[in-house]
């Protein structure tokens, strides 16, 4: 196991270092290495999930921010040579390094950026099979939410339409360092097939967050920024509270909503 003091972490970045190997095995393992021979791994550090990764995968990229892991990883991974990509996974253009191709992601995720990170992937949907990664725990719950939970809600609706998501386990603090103040989620998406739905996609979004956005209110009071005709507002479905709602029932909304003229 590396040792995990060389890089000190930084609380701007919000960065943890994973020191449990086991765990990083295990979510290592929660990739299907079939499904693509891309692998992009999302902050690093120092590496206890890459060296798994380059064991696994047929390719291995990782992005990392921080210079100092940087200069780690070059140090201590030869054999990514050319494949560190030392930027901003939000802000950076990954097809200037994947060109269209497809890949998969993976990574302990800085906590102040995981949602962030989930919204990009799914702007990327397109060429991104497979995600599997560590979030705080509530966050990760919120994504695998289903109708009925006070937790359900945008993210696991825009997610759920597109990706199956399961959640896998449960990570301590105590296998980081520094240990966060709470708990860790391991989860995994695997994009459906297919993944285009049966609606404006764009519209989709919209309505998901217009109606989440005043989340108590019934979605005929919560939509009326769409000028509803009277006829759809008639719709049962308008009765309801966004988290009542499926994410087959929100993609049946949004074909309504285009189609009410």
Known sequence: MKNNQQVKAKKHLGQHFLTDTNIAQKIADSLDYNATEKILE???????????????????YVIEIDPESVDYLKTHFTSLANHIIPEDFLKFDLNRVFNGASFSI????????????????LEMRAQIPQFAGMFQKEVALRICAKEGSKVYGILSVLTQAFYKAEYLF????????????????????????????????????????TAFNQRRKTLRNSLKSFNLSDNLKANTIFDQRPEQLSVSQFINLTQLLSNDT
């Open 42 to 60: 999302i902050g690093p550090g120092m590496g206890v999930l890459t060296q798994f990764l380059l064991e696994r995968a047929k390719e291995t």
């Open 106 to 121: 993976i990574g302990n995720f800085p906590y102040n950026i995981s949602t962030q990170i989930v919204f990009k992937t």
């Open 170 to 209: 449960t990570v301590p603090p105590s296998v980081f360092n520094p240990p966060p103040k709470v708990d860790s989620g391991v989860l995994r998406l695997t994009r459906k097939t297919p993944y285009q739905l049966e609606c404006d996609e764009a519209l989709l979004f919209k309505v998901v967050k």
